[in-house]
């Protein structure tokens, strides 16, 4: 958005910025051993050299001229300007180390000295190591001579004019022909004589101000920042000293400059502060009073926003707004996520039920196709809620400083687009941390006293949005509404890579689920101890783990080794918490007399808020019966294990059984057949050359479901992005690479209950080996992997090209559903060429009535044509974990032909994540107070999600239900249990009461009420 300019005035500019302004680019010297060679620059005048961590110094002695192009220098303050591009920089003036930094704190203006004098000499080191990835630069050298205030120098002037000539070139074109004579008109000649050149120059600057009066309409509002990664190129560890180090030097520098605001987010942050640094926390407490720190953001951490399900996201809220609430006394407005990497369309609705009024991020200036096309916006959420939501300015380098030909460069922007002329800008060093500096806001000051600047001011975000509002007016009133999720174009290889951190976040988020499910039954019929703390704690780890450098895989093996513990430490609290609830309902479950004597009783549990009939497994060799005595149809299976089909097992309740050891061997059973599986409703015929489905026949709907073979695995080469575990190679698909190696096919198992077929292929130095499996009675061919995955640089997709075709298809997203085109038309369409989604996708033809889910347990990277579904499986990127995903894995996915629309993947996909649970009582009671068969909470509309069961965070004997309906549709909430049980009100997502009392949940709104138990239920023990 840069207008161009007269050749003739931007040689004028950089003539008048030469006389107090130099490059020193070109006069560097490297170190080789203990020689010093000229550094050469690159046609882009960068000093360059080799990635992989390796080190440069550059050496230069630096005199400063008696005259720079004429111009007197002596008296001057004078700064060197550093950029770079290096992994770890260290910056030494005459042996002295003055300053450090790495690939985010990459500018400095280091003063050399506050007097030039003649002969002084400044030598100066720079010792860089490159990036890992990356090749390292010296981008930036320059000498400035500055003088102090309220002198000005030729380079303030020259930038104050340039600022001040792009404006009118918008404006007012034909003022830039005066602008022009009169630098042309100044004494050039006279450079060095007495204050000649600088009283012309003075009096070119007063002749000038009326021009920049309309320059004084626009304003910029600074906010200090320092985005910190919690994770990413080093661990969680170093992230809480970078925060400390970041907070103190804030606070400092609000000591010197009054009006110096700063906001952050993170509760998880400053709940670390709080613990660890108290008399830090207390300042910025004060801070926080003072209204010179805003809290902004109020997620517990800046998560991922596509891969984490809708209660997680709703944690991350309920969580962090109540700990600002908690330890500040106020919420925070502004959501703000300004690195993740795309966002779902959910987070209107979860906004504003959390307090929050709007949303800003910078991320989408990142897009690698289509500039986004709004700056500010409401953006509307499945449900119809609206948040506005707001462009932050672009921060492509993890630093945003005071300079003023990128604010007002930014400045133009934002006005051309949103017609408004008041703008945000946040000044400070983020990633590793650092916020503003003192030079930010010294430059800061000096050009907020400049005619021809616009005002610049200090605000908080919040406050900012509000005077925008005061200001733009009717402007606001009619502004483009967004519905759509925010895609970001770039980053797409995040949703597969290091598939590990996605299949914990799926089985943690399930279990979590679960034990708050069970232990808050075990509380309402046999008055346990509700485990709050536990249950929290665990919470708390699963959302920290998905920061949006963690959950989407893109850092470094520390990270991952840290989260790997914490993920495993909360399935293993997961699980106790779950059995120990289940052992509290169990032992007042009724259990009749055995109809054999030795027999042994066990309860299949279901989670779900669905009645469901499945193939389950017992882990030993068993003959199953039913309460009645009646013996069940088993299965053995060569693990060691007994299959048997439950049926009808209630919707969030429970069905006994009974089981008696059988010696028999299962091998014994097994015959062997043709690589065909058959349960009368699919029939699957393998590819004896390829181990592919040769056919998929369903018989249901007399259908073919493919079009050639189906789980096909194909392998394309993935290399030469920049950021290599974030991106895909957007030209991947010409670059295939050649098929797996068909090893063998097994017969496992066939039948009665569950058929099984076994491939094994290899793929150069991989191996893979999928298990074909249907079940009786079920309409599902799960396709169960286990990997040893030994490849760099490959991205392995599996396709399954389908027999008809359909213009759209649907992906399921948090608490919600995305439709895209299979034909995509747009710009945006197309670079839309892989998304993310949750548990399953599904192509439908409406006029055929028919359609195929593709499912999954843990994968979320995926992409359809007019007639084929595809999953990303693996990937191998290098940087910056070098061994992602390598070394061996296991994963399902199935697919899922039916009749009607994407609905019916919705209750299997959460089948398929969330399975029956068998477990065996350590005691019996023949006098329980529960039935052998018995739903504990019925919702009396199995088409509700339950989200989640717990107990009121500030009421102990109330608790919360939260659905939404994921088929999308209008749906009541009448809950009923075996205890009185009656709903009191609705609440928002922190649990504050609304004004409604409707038992109506909205198509994709996520609906919570209070409910309380008629009777007065035992009271909760602290845990």
């Known amino acids: 958005m840069t207008p161009s300019l007269p050749q003739e005035l931007v040689q004028r500019l950089d003539q008048l910025r030469s006389l107090s302004e130099v490059s020193i680019q070109d006069a560097w010297f490297i170190r080789q051993g203990e020689t010093l060679i000229p550094a050469a620059p690159n046609e882009k005048g960068y000093l360059v050299w080799e990635k992989g961590r390796r080190p440069a110094e550059f050496i230069q002695e630096i005199t400063p001229p008696e005259l720079l192009n004429a111009y007197p220098t002596q008296g001057s303050m004078l700064r060197l300007a550093l950029t770079w591009w290096a992994e770890a920089a260290e910056i030494y003036v005459n042996g002295e180390f003055v300053q450090g930094g790495d690939l985010f704190d990459s500018k400095t203006r280091i003063l050399l000295t506050p007097n030039v004098q003649i002969g002084q000499r400044f030598s100066v080191a720079l010792k860089l190591i490159s990036p890992g990835h990356d090749i390292g630069g010296l981008m930036e050298s320059r000498l400035i001579f500055e003088k102090p205030e309220p002198e000005l120098e030729p380079s303030f002037v020259a ?35 007495n204050n000649v050149f600088d009283q012309a120059l003075s009096a070119l600057r007063e002749r000038l101000k009326p021009l920049a009066q309309d320059l004084k309409r626009r304003s910029f509002h600074l906010l200090g920042h320092a985005h910190l990664d919690l994770a990413w190129l080093w661990p969680l560890r170093e992230t809480w000293e970078a925060a400390e180090r970041t907070f103190r030097s804030v606070l400092s520098l609000q000591e010197e400059f009054p009006d110096l605001i700063f906001g952050h987010t993170s509760p998880a942050l400053y709940e670390w502060m709080e613990i660890n640094r108290p008399e830090l926390f207390e300042k910025i407490k004060t801070a926080v009073q003072n209204r010179r720190w805003e809290l902004l953001g109020g997620m517990w951490v800046e998560p991922d926003v596509n891969l984490p399900g809708a209660e997680s996201l709703v944690r991350q809220l309920l969580y962090g707004q109540r700990y600002f609430l908690s330890r500040f006394g106020q919420l925070a407005k502004v959501a703000w996520l300004p690195d993740s990497f795309g966002f779902c369309q ?33 953006w509307q959420a499945p449900d119809g809620t609206e948040c506005l939501t707001l462009m932050s300015p672009p921060n492509l380098a993890g630093v945003m400083d005071t300079q003023p030909k990128p604010m007002a460069d930014y400045g133009r922007f934002w006005e051309a687009q949103t017609g408004l002329t008041a703008m945000l800008w946040l000044p400070g060093v983020g990633d590793h941390g650092g916020g503003p500096s003192r030079d930010m806001w010294r430059v800061k000051r000096r050009w907020q006293n400049s005619p021809f600047f616009p005002q610049i001011k200090t605000s908080r975000a919040e406050d900012y949005v509000r005077q925008l509002q005061t200001e733009a007016g009717d402007k606001l009133d009619n502004l483009p509404v967004w519905t759509e999720d925010l895609y970001l174009e770039l980053h797409r290889g995040c949703y597969t890579a290091h598939g590990d951190q996605k299949q914990y976040n799926r089985r943690s988020e399930y279990l979590l689920y679960e034990a708050e499910l069970w232990s808050s039954f075990a509380v309402w019929f046999t008055g346990a101890a509700y485990p709050r703390q536990a249950l929290e704690n665990a919470w708390k780890k699963v959302l920290l783990n998905q920061f949006h450098d963690i959950l989407p895989g893109t850092s470094i093996p520390e990270v991952f080794e840290d989260a790997n513990a914490d993920w495993s430490q909360v399935l293993q609290t997961g699980e106790a918490l779950v059995n120990q609830a289940l052992e509290a309902l169990s032992s007042r479950i009724q259990f009749p007399a ?30 199953v019966f039913d309460l009645e005595g009646n013996s069940l149809t088993t299965q053995f299976t060569p693990a060691g294990e007994t299959l048997f089909r439950c049926e009808n097992i209630p919707a969030l309740g429970y069905g006994n059984y009974w089981l008696l050891a059988d010696s028999a061997d299962w091998s014994t059973r097994l015959n062997s057949f043709a690589p065909i599986l058959d349960n009368g409703l699919l029939k699957v015929t393998l590819d004896a050359a390829t181990g592919e489905i040769a056919s998929l026949y369903d018989y249901r709907h007399r259908r073919d479901v493919f079009d050639g073979n189906g789980n096909q695995l194909q392998f394309f080469r993935d290399q030469g992005q920049y950021w290599d575990a ?30 099984r077929l076994r491939v094994e292929k290899n793929f150069r130095d991989s191996r893979f080996q999928q298990d074909y499996v249907l079940e009786v009675q079920s309409p599902l061919l799960k396709i169960i992997n286990r990997v040893r ?28 559903v995305r439709v895209r085109p299979t034909r995509p038309q747009t710009p945006q369409e197309k670079a839309q060429w892989e998304i993310p989604h949750r548990q399953w996708l599904d192509l439908s033809n409406p006029d055929l009535n028919y359609g195929v889910s593709l499912l999954n347990d843990c994968k979320y990277g995926a992409d359809a044509g007019p007639n084929r579904l595809r999953l990303s499986l693996l990937r191998g990127s290098l940087w910056p974990d070098p061994q992602a995903d390598w070394g061996d894995c296991e994963f399902t996915y199935a697919l899922l032909p039916h009749g009607g629309d994407w609905r019916g993947a919705v209750p299997v996909g959460n089948q398929l994540n969330c399975p029956l649970r068998v477990y065996f009582p350590a005691t019996l009671n023949p006098d329980g107070a529960l039935p052998p068969r018995q739903s504990l909470l019925a919702l009396n509309n199995e088409s509700l999600g339950l989200l989640a069961l717990k107990p009121l965070e500030d009421d102990s004997q109330a608790w919360v239900i939260r659905v939404n309906d994921p088929l999308g549709q209008q749906s009541e909430l009448n809950p009923q249990a075996p205890v009185p049980l009656r709903v009191e009100r609705r609440l928002d997502l922190l649990e504050r009461p609304l004004d409604s009392v409707s038992d109506r949940v909205n198509p994709w709104e996520i609906a919570t009420f209070q409910v309380r138990l008629g009777k007065k239920p035992p009271a909760l023990p602290t845990v």
Do not use: C, M
């Open 159 to 193: 930038d104050e004019l340039t600022v001040l000539s792009q404006y009118l070139a918008q404006s007012a074109p034909e003022q830039l022909e005066a602008l022009t004579a009169g630098l042309a008109e100044l004494p050039w000649d006279k450079l060095g004589e």
């Open 346 to 378: 959910q987070l209107p609705q979860l906004f504003k039920q959390a307090g929050i009024e709007v949303f800003f991020t910078g991320k989408l200036h990142w897009n690698d196709t289509n500039q986004f096309p709004h700056g500010i916006f409401n």
């Open 594 to 623: 055995p109809s054999r004597s030795q027999a042994r009783p066990f309860v299949v549990f279901n989670s779900l808020n669905q009645t469901r009939s499945e193939v389950v497994a017992i882990p030993y060799l068993a003959q």
């Open 726 to 755: 974030w991106n895909i190679d957007p030209d991947y698909e010409n670059y295939p690479l050649e098929s797996a190696e068909l090893i063998a096919i097994k017969v496992l198992e066939n039948g009665p209950l569950r058929w």
């Open 789 to 816: 995955w030994q490849e760099r640089q490959v991205l392995v997709k599996v396709a399954f090209p389908l027999s008809f075709s359909a213009d759209t298809f649907t992906a399921e997203t948090p608490g919600a």
